[in-house]
């Protein structure tokens, strides 16, 4: 089945230690978007890559960065992690830009100790 | 800028108990209007999309309902299986924003036996 797949589902990391968050798709889809899920709150969109082009959102911090290589992988870092960006974070695809849902992966959850 | 409210936060049911759940917005032109369901520790899972004021779609014990300023979602006769997080998503009609998904907080609904 196609599908978008993240990696690792649970991550732990130090204060301050770099760390890569990776989300792959089998569905051709020419959009990826990050999302972070604080607990029992909405879904915040981090940023979004519409093939190659990156979007950044207003307020998403200077700590957060994504890559996306090719069309099925995409890549969240956190430069220096601290005990605030503890989170789900949750990849997404959409076909193009011009309407319709999201699919989304299972998230991989984030510590930061 | 884009608002989505959801409520009630939280909703307890005995099993066969119907109830609705209600996302009030606030969007630039509404492109569509998403329902979700996110089970504990997973990605956001696709139920409904809604396009326009009166629409309407079911599936299984679930029915989504829209006007210009809410949509309902409705439980008929749940089951202790429909316990989840239901998300609430609006995405605008603005070109600029591209396919941006904003959430609501969510409801979390808890069926008992």
């Known amino acids: 089945d196609a599908m978008v797949i993240q990696n690792p589902r649970y991550q732990v990391t130090q204060f301050g230690k770099p760390v890569t968050l990776s989300c792959s798709q089998t569905l051709n889809h020419n959009v990826m978007y990050w999302y972070q899920q604080k607990s029992s709150q909405a879904p915040k969109l981090l940023f979004h890559?519409?093939?190659?082009?990156?979007?950044n959102e207003a307020d998403t911090p200077d700590n957060f960065q994504s890559r996306r290589p090719n069309t099925s992988f995409c890549f969240l870092d956190i430069r220096s992690p601290g005990l605030g960006d503890a989170a789900m974070y949750l990849c997404?695809?959409?076909?193009?830009?011009?309407?319709?849902?999201?699919?989304f992966g299972s998230g991989t959850r984030l510590t930061v100790v | 800028e884009d608002q989505v409210t959801q409520s009630p936060e939280a909703l307890r049911l005995q099993e066969g108990e119907s109830s609705s759940l209600n996302c009030s917005y606030t969007?630039?032109?509404?492109?569509?209007l998403f329902w979700y369901r996110q089970d504990p520790g997973k990605g956001p899972e696709f139920l409904f999309t809604?396009?326009?004021a009166g629409e309407e779609k079911e599936k299984e014990r679930l029915k989504a309902t829209l006007t210009k300023k809410e949509s309902f979602l409705h439980i008929t006769a749940p089951k202790p299986e429909d316990s989840a997080t239901y998300l609430c998503?609006?995405?605008?009609?603005?070109?600029?924003?591209?396919?941006?998904?904003?959430f609501g907080g969510g409801t979390r609904v808890l069926v008992k036996p």
């Open positions: 998503a609006v995405q605008p009609l603005i070109k600029a924003a591209g396919n941006k998904l904003t």
């Open positions: 997404a695809t959409s076909r193009d830009l011009t309407g319709g849902g999201y699919t």
């Open positions: 890559y519409y093939d190659k082009d990156f979007n």
């Open positions: 969007v630039s032109g509404l492109r569509g």
């Open positions: 809604l396009y326009s």
